[in-house]
C-alpha cells in the first residue's frame, strides 16, 4: 500500500506525511510545476500545468489497495474503479455507494455555474477539518 497526494491545494499535507512515517507507508505527491514540496519524506511527482495533468499522472500511479488523497469526484471515482481507496482533505472517504451522487451535484452545480447563476460558498479551514481528516485516514490505514 502507498498513499498517493493531490497535493497541490491539499490542506494536509504534514498530516499524511506524519502519519504515513507512523506506519511506514511510501507517499507519493503529485504536483504541477508552480509549486514545491520538500518535506524529507515524500516522493514527489512533477507534471506540467496543463487542465488535469496531476490528476492523470496520479490515476496512472494507482494500484489496488492504495489510497488516494484528493478532493476531485473524478480522481475519486477512478481510484474506486481500480480497487483502492479515496478520501478527501476533511475526512470524507468516497466511496460505490457516495460516488455517484458526488459526481452528479458537481454536474448540477456546474450546470447552474454556467447559466450565470451561484452556488455555495467554501467554507474557511477549521481545526476540526484537520481532525476529522486524521481521524478517518488512520481508520483507512488500518483497514488494509
Known amino acids: 500500500m502507498k498513499i498517493l497526494v493531490d ?8 498530516i499524511i506525511v506524519r502519519i504515513a512515517k507512523q506506519n511506514r507507508l511510501p507517499v507519493i505527491m503529485f504536483i504541477d510545476t508552480s509549486h514545491e514540496i520538500h518535506d524529507g519524506y515524500s516522493s514527489v511527482i512533477t507534471v ?6 496531476v490528476d492523470i499522472a496520479l490515476a496512472n500511479q494507482i494500484k489496488p489497495g492504495d489510497i488516494v488523497v484528493t478532493q476531485d469526484y473524478g480522481v475519486a471515482a ?4 481500480k480497487r483502492a481507496l479515496a478520501i478527501n482533505q476533511n475526512g470524507l472517504v468516497y466511496t460505490n455507494e457516495n ?14 455555474r454556467r447559466a450565470g447563476g451561484r452556488t455555495g460558498n467554501t467554507k474557511k479551514r477549521m481545526k476540526e477539518d484537520d481532525q476529522s481528516f486524521e481521524q478517518a485516514f488512520r481508520r483507512l490505514i488500518l483497514k488494509e
Do not use: N, W, Y
Request: charged share 40%; aromatic share 4%.
Open 7 to 14: 497535493a497541490d491545494a491539499c490542506p494536509v499535507k504534514e
Open 48 to 53: 506540467d500545468k496543463a487542465r488535469d495533468s
Open 78 to 81: 477512478m481510484t474506486l474503479g
Open 99 to 112: 460516488i455517484d451522487r458526488l459526481l452528479f451535484e458537481r454536474h448540477l452545480a456546474q450546470k447552474v
